[in-house]
C-alpha cells in the first residue's frame, strides 16, 4: 500500500501543512525538514539536531511520496510524532484502501484474521523482538490466534520487520 498527499493528511491529522508540526513542512511531495529562523535563539547542537535530514539536504522531502506504510512509521518514530496517527484512522485507511495483506503462501488475510494480524504485528516489537518463535506464538495464543493463525503471523512478522528467528 502506497501513502500520498491525502492519505498523509488524513493519518496525520493534518490541518495547515505549515504547522501541524512545528519543524516540518508538508508539500505536495513529501514532507520537509524546515531550516530554524536564524534570529531563533538555539544552539549550535539544537539547530543539528533540529535540521537531521535522511539525505542531509534540505531541498528535498526528509520523506517522500508516495511511501510505503513502513517508511511513513519509521519517519514518523525518527521524528518524535509516531502518536499523530489514530489506530482506528489507520485501520479505517487500510480498509477503504481495498488492499488487503497477503501472507508468504499468497493466501489473503482478511476479516476478523485481519485483526489478528494487525495485533500480532502490534505485539512484535522490532526493538526488542521476542526470544524464540515459540515465545512469540505464545502471545498470539493469548490474543487469540489458533495454531494456523500463530505460524502464518509468526511468518509475517518476521519477514515484516526482517527478522530472523532463532531455533
Not at 488475510?109 to 502490534?122: C, H, I, M, R, T
Request: some cysteine; aromatic content about 10%.
Amino acid at each position: 500500500m502506497k501513502i500520498g498527499y491525502s492519505d498523509f493528511v488524513k493519518l496525520c491529522r493534518v490541518d495547515d501543512p505549515e504547522t501541524w508540526v512545528g519543524w516540518l513542512s508538508l508539500r505536495g511531495d513529501g514532507v520537509y525538514v524546515k531550516v530554524p529562523p536564524g534570529d531563533q535563539r538555539i544552539t549550535r547542537e539544537e539547530r543539528a539536531i533540529l535540521t537531521e535530514h535522511p539525505t542531509g539536504n534540505l531541498t528535498e522531502p526528509a520523506l517522500r511520496f508516495p511511501c510505503t506504510l513502513d517508511e511513513l512509521h519509521m519517519f514518523l518514530e525518527d521524528q518524535g510524532v509516531y502518536g499523530c496517527i489514530d489506530a482506528f484512522d489507520l485501520a479505517d485507511w487500510v480498509l477503504s484502501s481495498k488492499a488487503t495483506p497477503t501472507c508468504p503462501s499468497q493466501t489473503t488475510v482478511s476479516g476478523p484474521s485481519f485483526a489478528k494480524l494487525q495485533a500480532a504485528l502490534e505485539a512484535f516489537n522490532p526493538r526488542n523482538p521476542p526470544r524464540s518463535k515459540k515465545a512469540f506464538k505464545g502471545e498470539l495464543e493469548t490474543r487469540g490466534c489458533d495454531t494456523r493463525e500463530q505460524e502464518v503471523f509468526a511468518n509475517i512478522a518476521a519477514e515484516h520487520y526482517g527478522h530472523s528467528w532463532r531455533s
